[in-house]
Antibody
């Protein structure tokens, strides 16, 4: 079955850009109507959706982070990536990548993330 | 401050039934479906309930979900020690144009 694995630097300096990659194995990132997501979780706190990208390359982001976030797709490597600019200590968190599925049924919008990576810890510190 | 509101904690003894609530609004739960995620200590979240009350393959039928108006609930019956985890409700928010989460409920099995 499909598995996701996050990778990237565990330490980023304040004001720099955080860059993470999610490698998809066990299936093609291009197959099916899936959304590829990034979610983060500060230590001891809840989950926060960062953004997602569709297999077409169309992306949308959490409004609270939109000015600093870019999510991109690399189908040749079966990967998708996250870039978060101008980081501060508040961006310290475990970052997860996840595969999502969504659409409409009987006028209700459904959206869930059914495959998750194990997460990677990113600390913002000088 | 999370968009969806959950109690921070819940507890019950083994074998009993526990319910966790999730309160939203007319831009999320009121008009879209609800999901629940389980996060065991030190691990990534996993999908527990989707589309209000559907269970992914492998999830025991001890777990059930329901929705009414702008609120939703997760019920766990026949509580077991391995159910001790954080539980998050989530759903699509039309105003934010993205998925939103509750703050999470830490379930303790006494």
């Amino acid at each position: 079955q499909v598995q996701l694995q996050e990778s990237g630097p565990g330490l980023v300096k304040p004001s720099q850009t955080l860059s993470l990659t999610c490698t998809v194995s066990g299936g093609s990132i291009n197959s099916g109507s899936y959304f590829w997501n990034w979610v983060r979780q500060p230590a001891g706190k809840g989950l926060e959706w960062i953004g997602r990208i569709y297999t077409s390359g169309s992306a949308n982001y959490n409004p609270s982070l939109k000015s600093r976030v870019t999510i991109s797709l690399d189908t040749s490597k079966n990967q998708f990536s996250l870039k978060l600019s101008s980081v501060t200590a508040a961006d310290t968190a475990v970052y997860y990548c996840a595969r999502g599925q969504g659409g409409w049924v009987n006028y209700y919008h459904f959206y869930y993330m059914h495959v998750w990576g194990k997460g990677t810890t990113v600390t913002v510190s000088s | 401050q999370s968009v969806l509101t959950q109690p921070p904690s819940a507890s019950e003894t083994p074998g009993q039934r526990v319910t966790i609530s999730c309160s939203g609004s007319s831009s999320n739960i009121g008009v879209n479906t609800v999901n629940w995620y389980q996060q065991l200590p030190g691990t990534a979240p996993t999908l527990l309930i989707y589309d209000n009350n559907r269970r992914p393959s492998g999830v025991p039928d001890r777990f059930s979900g329901s929705k009414s108006g702008t609120s939703a609930s997760l019920a766990i019956s026949g509580l077991q020690s391995e159910d001790e985890a954080d539980y998050y409700c989530a759903g699509w928010d039309d105003s934010l144009n993205g998925p939103v989460f509750g703050g999470g409920t830490k379930l303790t099995v006494l």
